[in-house]
């Protein structure tokens, strides 16, 4: 079974500028999360859809990041403008129900270096 | 809110040895998971405790959930190299839900 996908694996922007993360879950998984990690700390959650409809963005600073799953499939973050303190992975994650416990599986991430 | 705390934060230990990581939580949860992070890596699941009393056991590693005490626990028997990692424990922030709360990580190394 093929696992969560992630592109690019390393971004090096500089501050002001925009960037773009894309997730292709795993096949048939509805939920899809977006995960911050900076560096020396645990995950934190941005946003969680349930197929393509948002579930919680309580945590996504709206003025600058912006997600969609418009086709309840794969997914992209994007980040517009850029601050210093964005440094950070940002972890794609998928699970098949929502609600339940199942196991929440993480993709390896697109490290984003913002100078 | 919700604060999940680990402990120890950094733990070297020997080969051979047992230690445990503790995962204390701030509020009532059905479940906790436990992932193991190496370095430059994704998380990989490990446990998923959904119950109180549960207790789960892969290998050199067995989880335990005492939802009462609101305390996790990862103990590690006969410790080998590989699993020198980072472990998290997270809770759902609301029970039934699936909005992970992460603890800050107990960075192991496991020296030969």
């Known amino acids: 079974e093929a696992g969560v996908a992630q592109s690019p694996r390393y971004k090096i922007i500089e501050k002001r500028q925009s960037v773009a993360f894309w997730c292709n879950p795993i096949?048939?998984?509805?939920?899809l999360y977006w995960y911050q990690q900076i560096l020396g700390q645990g995950p934190k959650l941005l946003i969680q859809?349930?197929?393509?409809?948002?579930?919680?963005d309580s945590q996504l600073p709206k003025d600058r990041f912006s997600a969609e799953r418009l086709k309840g499939v794969d997914s992209t973050l994007k980040i517009q403008p850029a601050k210093l303190e964005d440094s950070a992975v940002y972890l794609c994650?998928?699970?098949?129900?929502?609600?339940?416990?199942?196991?929440?599986?993480f993709g390896e991430g697109s490290w984003l270096t913002v100078v | 809110e919700l604060k999940v705390e680990q402990n120890p934060l950094f733990l070297s230990m020997q080969e051979g040895k047992n230690y445990t990581i503790y995962c204390n939580y701030s509020?009532?949860?059905?479940?906790l998971y436990w992932y193991r992070q190496d370095p430059g890596k994704s998380l990989e699941s490990l446990f998923v405790?959904?119950?109180?009393?549960a207790v789960k056991q892969e290998g050199r590693l067995m989880a335990s959930l005492d939802t009462k005490a609101r305390l996790s626990t990862l103990h590690i028997t006969a410790a080998v190299h590989d699993l020198s990692a980072t472990y998290f424990c997270?809770?759902?922030?609301?029970?039934?839900?699936?909005?992970?709360?992460f603890g800050q990580g107990t960075r192991l190394t496991i020296n030969p």
């Open positions: 994650a998928s699970s098949s129900l929502r609600g339940a416990g199942n196991t929440i599986y």
């Open positions: 096949s048939g998984h509805a939920t």
């Open positions: 859809f349930q197929n393509n409809g948002v579930v919680d």
């Open positions: 509020t009532t949860s059905d479940r």
């Open positions: 405790l959904l119950s109180n009393g």
């Open positions: 997270a809770v759902p922030l609301i029970q039934g839900a699936q909005k992970l709360v």
